[in-house]
């Protein structure tokens, strides 16, 4: 059997029974009694975040060993650590550079089996502490009782009076040992994998209240034995940035060559402050326009998140693309490396936005890949109901508790970032600024020219500043008749398409003429706070743009403009106050409520 056992219950030492049929009794409950009943999605969400380039059988295979490797570790604490693995761990620590005659703050985290390190540095130093959260337990009482008849000094973190104490007896010669994986949001940050972690602050004032350096130190368990990790030590007189990034370093080091012994059902990453957003786009400009609207919007509704944007831009969506939301984790991982998509699972997310019922399968399946959230703008069709956010526009007709109607396309209007690229176009607010936006033949709707003709001529005898772009979609023979007038600004977005021009001219500019052929270019006019005017001889001869359409004139938003004195009307009106932008603050709060981030 080996040295006798050290450190357990008294009664499963004097047992005649060998400790590795026991240890074997263990593994089997650690498979029927306990995997069952571990939360896989905490730690599946961990391990997401601290390997994202890996499979989704990597990641069960790590939680099952995991899950192995602690049941073989708590048998271990209740059986009693074998002497002969004591003293291999404190002949480690005599062969690393700790000098038995000096104090440290030996700096552990939960990973390996640090009971067995407590047990050890206990024997190697005169005088050893242990620093505590205390918390009701019957487990934790236990390993109290243990840590303290192995002669170690025990300290309440939350208690004054003792870490007055512990700072006297540091002072006198105590090496103390904490663990550092474990704070609150007031933790002093550093980056631990792929987003910051934090380190406890109390932690980082002891070592400089006692000017004691500190020691990494972690106890590994290697094919069945113990082995201490003894890294260089850290001194209390460097910043406390550069002392946490030192500890993460070393930690991640460590985890990256035993995953499988890291406790991972802590949130080590809960109070940090990143979060990792995934857009998925079609390629269509107009969906991008209004998935980057949305991260706007989010950006507004948690402030205090660092959000990093990822961008994957996927052509010719196949069908089974557009279904894999149903399909199980593996197959679906399977078809996603089978249409050259394998880049997609190496993205880690914490929350997936698309625009648009085509990638909506794609949204969920990644929703669910990652323990994400999830966010379309527009209808997603029949994913809806597994979506946590829909903000579809209201002539979609869209309904449902995570559902928000919208009047129009979602836009963002940047005030700021408009007025800056008018100062490149040198362009100034007046009064008498119209911005006029052509478009071009759509599927239900063509541009009729005698009727442009009618506005060209309309807008070239009033006494208005014109400001005239077009789409790249617009006519030739509609080109031609911009050309031969002398507006004040001309952009033909088939020769010249500067970035920012419409976002300018809508800043500079109180009053909008549209053509009736997208909804996209209505939407950010109304939600840009102006007067618009739609130039409708004739509507578009499609349900949806009629509802929109219909729908805007009746909130007073829009004029419809079918004739000439129609638009001699509009352009001579007084300018009515700044549209309500009332829909921008309930997007945030309803993005808010759904706490998405």
């Given at each position: 059997m080996g040295s006798s056992p050290t450190f357990g219950i008294k009664f499963f030492k004097n047992m005649s029974i060998s400790r590795s049929i026991i240890k074997k009794i263990a593994a089997f409950l650690s498979v029927l009694l306990v995997f069952p009943f571990v939360n896989r999605k905490v730690l599946y969400k961990n391990l997401r975040i601290a390997f994202p380039d890996k499979e989704y059988g990597f990641y069960n295979?790590?939680?099952?060993?995991?899950?192995?490797?602690?049941?073989?570790?708590?048998w271990d604490v209740l059986l009693g650590i074998e002497s002969s693995h004591i003293s291999a761990l404190i002949q480690d620590a005599a062969n690393s550079s700790m000098d038995v005659n000096q104090n440290y703050i030996i700096a552990t985290?939960?990973?390996?089996?640090?009971?067995?390190a407590n047990l050890s540095a206990g024997r190697f130093f005169k005088r050893y502490g242990v620093i505590v959260n205390e918390r009701k337990s019957p487990v934790l009482f236990f390993i109290y009782q243990q840590r303290a008849m192995t002669g170690a000094e025990i300290y309440k973190a939350g208690d004054p009076a003792g870490l007055r104490a512990l700072v006297r007896e540091m002072q006198r010669g105590l090496t103390a040992a904490v663990v550092f994986d474990h704070t609150g949001r007031d933790g002093v940050f550093a980056q631990f994998f792929s987003r910051p972690a934090p380190i406890p602050k109390g932690l980082l004032w002891l070592c400089k209240k006692t000017k004691t350096d500190l020691v990494p130190c972690f106890c590994i368990r290697e094919r069945g034995k113990y082995r201490l990790h003894v890294y260089d030590k850290i001194s209390y007189e460097e910043g406390e940035k550069e002392i946490a990034k030192k500890l993460n370093e070393v930690l991640e080091e460590e985890v990256n060559s035993y995953p499988e012994q890291y406790l991972w059902s802590y949130k080590r990453w809960k109070y940090s402050n990143q979060r990792d957003v995934l857009v998925l786009s079609d390629g269509k400009k107009g969906h991008e326009k209004q998935s980057f609207a949305l991260l706007e919007y989010i950006k507004r509704a948690y402030p205090d998140k660092d959000i990093q944007i990822n961008q994957i831009v996927l052509r010719n969506i196949s069908w089974t693309i557009k279904v894999i939301g149903f399909l199980p984790i593996r197959f679906g991982e399977y078809i996603l490396k089978r249409n050259g998509l394998e880049p997609i699972l190496r993205q880690n997310a914490d929350l997936v936005v698309s625009t648009g019922s085509s990638l909506s399968g794609l949204n969920v399946f990644l929703k669910r890949y990652n323990q994400a959230k999830s966010c379309v703008v527009m209808s997603p069709g029949m994913f809806s109901p597994f979506i946590d956010a829909v903000l579809a526009m209201r002539h979609d007709r869209g309904r449902g508790r995570n559902c928000y109607l919208i009047d129009g396309a979602l836009c963002f209007f940047d005030e700021d970032k408009a007025g800056q690229f008018a100062k490149e176009f040198k362009l100034k607010k007046d009064e008498d600024n119209v911005c006029v936006l052509i478009g071009g033949n759509t599927k239900g709707y063509d541009i009729h020219f005698a009727g442009i003709e009618d506005m060209l001529n309309t807008l070239s005898n009033s006494n208005k500043r014109v400001l005239i772009t077009t789409s790249r979609r617009t006519p030739a023979d509609v080109e031609l008749l911009i050309d031969k007038r002398d507006f004040q600004y001309k952009v033909i977005a088939n020769r010249y398409n500067p970035e920012g021009i419409l976002d300018a001219f809508f800043y500079v500019s109180r009053k909008a003429i549209i053509t009736p052929d997208s909804i996209s270019m209505i939407s950010e006019a109304i939600n840009a706070g102006l007067d618009v005017g739609v130039w409708a001889p004739f509507l578009p001869n499609r349900p949806k743009f009629k509802r929109f359409l219909l729908q805007q004139v009746s909130l007073g938003k829009v004029c419809l403009l079918k004739t000439s004195g129609d638009l001699k009307a509009f352009l001579h009106k007084p300018i009515a106050s700044e549209a309500d932008r009332s829909q921008s603050?309930?997007?945030?709060?309803?993005?808010?409520?759904?706490a998405l981030l």
């Open positions: 295979k790590i939680i099952f060993s995991a899950v192995r490797h602690f049941c073989a570790v708590f985290a939960h990973i390996g089996n640090w009971e067995a603050s309930g997007i945030t709060a309803f993005l808010r409520s759904k």
